[in-house]
């Protein structure tokens, strides 16, 4: 404080004075400024969420109004075109809803509604497109959503006219930070739009082959057979996988409860002093490997593709693995991702029955192995014996396919269901293609482009 | 009589003072902190860490240029081995790990990953991935940030989540990493190894589509989901 005791002559004094109102000058316009800017900013975010708002209004309206006229419609061509345009705008109105700045939780109902009638629209044009019309259980359950969107809607446009009264502001981030308004504000939002999401308190169970039916969500484990485990024992199997050589010391670290309950346990190299560990999750019934990572740096690539395979084949066939065929591959960080698909006695080939198994290129050692789609899958299959003719079945297939080779699969579908195919592998303007054609009815399951690069390949 | 003024004023003109350099200091903080460095840009120097570098080391230690142990971290012992290789060489003796000397150690030379025209790549999708796992599962065991990267892909799979990766991550409220910014740092090498993982398939939260830490979790609703697996300080649960 001796500073200012000073005593200031009146030329300092002035000095002084014009320093701290230049600062003065400053700092207010700074402020100003800033204060300008976050204003625009907040108008912007404004408007970004009221557009998607409305767009989301709008997309439900048009919803409404497709399912109505797909109600009294008899032709699959008008259907089918009714149906794909209320996928679309069930898409768009998901996908807007997802970007408003309202917790998930109090939204979770309306999304899901809003990504089943999409998919379940989808299913029913695909249906179409066949040449068959809804049947009369399908037409029950469009009603049903139908009913859905009205309710929706009535809260959608309850919803807007307090946006437009401005009781309901979108992307007011900073306020719900601050400690004082937050009880009073604690998400007025979320309140408002939990309300909405009430309408859809007994929406009823969808079943369809769409990705989100609910069978595919309720999908039950159906290769998970045997006895309960021990930990003891499920120690014991982890170890004999790794190797007794490989590990030092391996302890349980968690206990899983999802799809598959499994024992979670961690082990530490041989040595101890490594910087990296093994995980492995052991299947509580049964004692299956489940999956295992080991988060080892690879820094070398030693060994070739060929050699990684052979080590794979090898590793899968001392663990009791039945006959299996390679189906891709893909290097990553110097390790190879290779996929491994079962083979029925006949030669089918299986795609639902995946494993996959991680090499390191540096020594060999497997570092990755996965198998939820092995356990997954069902474990007997019959009818693995075509009802069509290969011909009959290249009949099907486009003229503009060079066909290099044909094979019997197995496909998984959508909806937990799979499908004996036939499989051609073929050639179309230099890209190499998969056509999948249903051994029974000749309809055309799927299509998938192989994409080759120096790292793998992989089908998309 | 003026000093009487000045010293009323004193307060004042402190008050001012800090609040100009707080202002900017904030200001400049609000830039600076979000660097968007391209990933994967090679150049190993005095300084650098990660997976790269171990490389480099490994490298050199297996040609007796180095004596250090492989640490992952580019100190002034590894710096002398680059600068002794690169004389021997015939390198530009800078002891910096670029193009020519990544080519004469035989380390494939990684320039920034760029889609090539007319194929479809996945290499967006893991920069995104890596960039969610960084902010939100930094420090977190290995097994812990492949599970937070399988959260997101389940969350892509599932009716009441948007469809897409970058729909799911950079949906409103969903991840604090994306809402406070720390979404864009610069991933690190585990990051991407496990994103790489997850995309691949391998799922250690058990098909989870939450997790939270409980440290830290202020959401009641998030306590009332049945916990599938504990990996770390995260409870992840259905």
């Keep these: ?460 | 009589m003026f000093r009487n003024r000045i010293q009323k004023l004193t307060p004042y003109i402190i008050i001012l003072l800090i609040y100009t350099i707080f202002g900017f200091l904030s200001y400049n903080d609000f830039f600076s902190d979000r660097s968007f460095s391209d990933a994967s840009s090679m150049i190993v120097k005095y300084g650098s860490k990660g997976t790269a570098v171990k490389t480099v080391q490994t490298k050199l230690k297996s040609w007796g240029y180095y004596k250090g142990s492989v640490d992952g971290v580019f100190g002034w012992k590894t710096r002398s081995a680059v600068i002794a290789f690169q004389k021997k060489n015939g390198l530009k003796a800078d002891g910096i790990v670029g193009a020519a000397t990544s080519k004469a150690l035989g380390i494939p030379y990684k320039a920034a990953t760029t889609a090539s025209r007319g194929t479809v790549s996945r290499s967006n999708e893991v920069y995104t991935l890596a960039q969610a796992i960084n902010g939100e599962a930094r420090g977190e065991p290995y097994i812990g940030q492949v599970a937070v990267a399988a959260v997101i892909l389940n969350r892509v799979d599932d009716p009441k989540f948007p469809n897409s990766i970058a729909g799911v991550i950079y949906q409103p409220g969903a991840f604090t990493a994306v809402a406070d910014g720390q979404m864009f740092l610069t991933p690190n090498d585990s990051a991407y190894k496990a994103a790489r993982d997850a995309l691949n398939g391998w799922d250690p939260s058990g098909g989870a589509m939450y997790y939270y830490n409980p440290a830290k979790a202020t959401s009641k609703w998030i306590w009332s989901r049945p916990i599938i697996k504990v990996i770390g300080k995260h409870y992840f649960c259905r």
């Design chain 1, 1 to 460: 404080m001796k500073l200012f005791k000073m005593q200031l002559s009146r030329e300092q004094y002035h000095k002084a004075l014009v320093v701290v109102s230049a600062m003065l000058i400053l700092s207010v316009f700074f402020g100003y400024n800033t204060w300008k800017e976050r204003k625009q900013y907040q108008t912007f975010l404004q408007n970004t969420y009221q557009r998607e708002f409305k767009e989301m209004v709008t997309d439900v309206e048009n919803i409404k109004i497709l399912m109505d006229k797909a109600e009294i419609t008899n032709s699959t061509v008008q259907s089918n075109a009714l149906m794909s345009q209320i996928w679309r705008q069930a898409l768009s109105a998901a996908e807007n809803l997802g970007q408003l700045p309202i917790s998930h939780s109090a939204l979770s109902k309306t999304a899901k509604y809003l990504s089943q009638v999409g998919d379940f629209c989808f299913t029913i044009s695909k249906q179409n497109a066949a040449n068959k019309m809804m049947n009369e259980e399908q037409f029950a359950q469009i009603d049903k959503l139908k009913d859905y969107s009205g309710n929706l809607l009535g809260e959608l446009y309850e919803m807007e006219k307090k946006v437009s009264q401005g009781d309901i502001r979108f992307g007011e981030i900073r306020k719900q930070g601050k400690l004082i308004l937050k009880r009073a504000s604690e998400n007025a939002v979320d309140v408002k739009f939990g309300k909405m999401d009430q309408t859809f308190t007994d929406y009823p169970v969808l079943i369809y082959d769409g990705p989100f039916s609910e069978n595919v969500i309720g999908g039950k484990p159906k290769g998970l057979d045997g006895e309960k485990v021990s930990k003891d024992k499920a120690l014991e199997i982890a170890k004999k996988f790794l190797g007794k050589n490989n590990v030092g010391e391996i302890k349980q670290v968690s206990s899983g409860s999802g799809v598959i309950h499994t024992y979670g346990l961690e082990a530490t190299p041989k040595g101890g002093q490594e910087d990296y560990q093994i995980n492995i999750d052991v299947t509580k019934t049964g004692g299956h490997i489940l999956w295992m990572l080991n988060s080892r740096d690879v820094l070398e690539k030693k060994l070739s593709n060929e050699e990684a395979a052979k080590k794979a084949k090898d590793f899968l066939k001392e663990q009791g693995f039945g006959e299996l065929v390679e189906s891709y591959f893909l290097n990553e960080d110097n390790t190879t991702m290779m996929t491994f698909i079962g083979v029925s006695k006949e030669g089918v080939l299986l795609y639902p029955d995946l494993l996959k198994v991680k090499v390191a290129l540096d020594t060999g050692e497997i570092v990755g192995f996965d198998s939820y789609h092995y356990l997954m899958a069902p474990k007997n299959r019959k009818n693995l014996t075509p009802k069509l003719t290969e011909a009959q079945a290249k009949a099907k297939v486009t003229q503009r396919l060079e066909i290099d080779r044909v094979k019997l699969a197995v496909i998984p579908l959508p909806g937990n269901r799979e499908v004996l195919c036939y499989e051609f592998k073929g050639k179309y303007k230099e890209n190499d293609f998969f056509v999948y054609i249903n051994a029974e009815n000749g309809n055309e399951e799927n299509i998938l482009q192989i994409i080759k690069d120096k790292d793998g390949t992989l089908t998309q």
